[in-house]
């Protein structure tokens, strides 16, 4: 088969750890016979930079255009002081919006071989862990209205967390169906007991969860959910929230699992073209040193594999190549610290490692 994927590589590690996972993808194309045709888009900073704006009209269209979309990561100090409607992450935002994305799928899963990196007591985390948090991506707090006025003292600034039922609808069956596909639990995190919007959510996922008798549904405040996540995280199996709430538990999870540099998302929307991405930033602090460890992009293209091209065989076998370089010992410096060889790879040395495991 031969798939179209515009290639967004970004700013700061963005590029260096996008090339490791599209050269992965050329090796899966060899060895199983598909033919992978990427088209470079620009999107951030570099987009800023070239173009005035983070979200080009081109960018957008060759997107639409493509089967799918890999993306890097945008931002970076340099562009920190300019006008919200012309900083990176506005280009972020602008392309789920784009392609109608509104649901973000975070698995958190912490590899055996890393589990020394987990921060949480070794019986805390017990056999590993394994955690979906499906995040709504396209409302919220992040799109509602906001702005700035002279208020009782003085100037204030305000932003508004409003969800309709439909967008809660569509983002709760996405988590239903996924916890069917897994250990049929499912946690609703909301801050009912506060929020308008949430009583919204919760009424919602209750009703639904009538159309899901075999799916265990419950809801936990996001306060609680924070801290049970680190307290008994195995108790998770799908976690569903709001965007925001998502943004900062999906965090917390990573933290969970070791590293950031080694969660990968996926963004979906009613088609089969999605957007997949690290769940990392664009990391400037390491930037051009090849430290940025690329294994969630890697992975990132490999649900891209699962999930807009339906190819199982084929993800799966970017997933064993992970878990085969992770056994061995290979590591990034991010990772270093845990049950590794003394000197860490850099990011195309762990590239070519999961390469040379799927051509074995
Ligand atoms: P970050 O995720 O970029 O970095 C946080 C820390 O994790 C840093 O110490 C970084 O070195 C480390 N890190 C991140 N990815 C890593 C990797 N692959 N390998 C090894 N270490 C890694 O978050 P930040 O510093 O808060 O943000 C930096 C910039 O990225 C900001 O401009 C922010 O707006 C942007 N950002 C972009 C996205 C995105 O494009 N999806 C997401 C989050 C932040």
Known sequence: MNYKIAVIKGDGIGPEIVDEATK?????????????AFTNVLMG????????????????KICKESDSVLLGAVGGPKWDTLPGHLRPEKGLLGIRAALGLYANLRPAVLYAPLKDACLLKPETVQDGLDILIVRELTGGIYFGERGRRDGKNGP??????????????????????????????LASVDKANVLESSRLWRETIHRLAKDYPDVECRDVLVDNAAMQLVRDPGQFDVLVTSNMFGDIL?????????????????????????????????????????????????????????????????????????????????????????????????????GDAIRAELRA
């Open 45 to 60: 900073g570099c987009a800023i930079d070239a173009t005035g704006v983070p979200l080009p009209d081109e960018t957008v």
């Open 24 to 36: 992965v993808l050329e090796v899966i194309g060899e060895k199983y016979g598909h033919s992978f």
């Open 156 to 185: 204030e600034a305000y932003d508004t967390e409003c969800y309709s039922v439909p967008e809660i609808e569509r983002i709760a069956h996405v988590a239903f169906e996924a916890a069917r596909k897994r250990k049929k639990k």
């Open 250 to 350: 999906s965090d917390e999870a990573s933290m969970i699992t070791g590293s950031i540099g080694m969660l990968p998302s996926a963004s979906l929307g009613k088609g089969k073209l999605g957007l997949y991405e690290p769940t990392h930033g664009s990391a400037p602090d390491i930037a051009g040193q090849g430290k940025a460890n690329p294994i969630a992009t890697i992975i990132s293209a490999g649900m891209m594999l699962r999930y807009a091209f339906d190819l199982q065989t084929e993800a799966d076998a970017i997933d064993a190549a992970v878990l085969s370089v992770l056994k061995k010992g290979l590591r990034t410096p991010d990772i270093a610290g845990v049950g590794g060889q003394n000197k860490p790879l850099t990011t195309t040395e762990m």
